[in-house]
């Protein structure tokens, strides 16, 4: 998942977490030192995940703020 989220493929980080998440919600991990290992490495991946998407969302936003402005800016042109 960190992997597809690195390299912006959205739509496989969206199909990747909809495999993961039965696993992770059916509760199946059993208490060892290898499943609370397996849960820490799960949570840090899922906070560096975290952190690409807000990236990638505040990228998304300026680019659509900075277009918004280009249009405005066309059609405040155009109607002279």
């Not at 690195?6 to 059993?30: C, H, K, N, T, Y």
């Amino acid at each position: 998942m960190h992997a597809a989220a690195s390299e912006s493929e959205w739509d496989q980080l969206a199909a990747l977490e909809a495999e993961r998440e039965p696993v992770i919600r059916s509760g199946s991990m059993r208490d060892t030192p290898e499943s609370l290992e397996s849960l820490k490495a799960i949570m840090l991946t899922d906070g560096l995940i975290k952190d690409l998407v807000s990236a990638a969302r505040d990228e998304a936003a300026a680019a659509w703020d900075a277009s918004r402005r280009v249009r405005r800016a066309v059609a405040a042109y155009s109607s002279f």
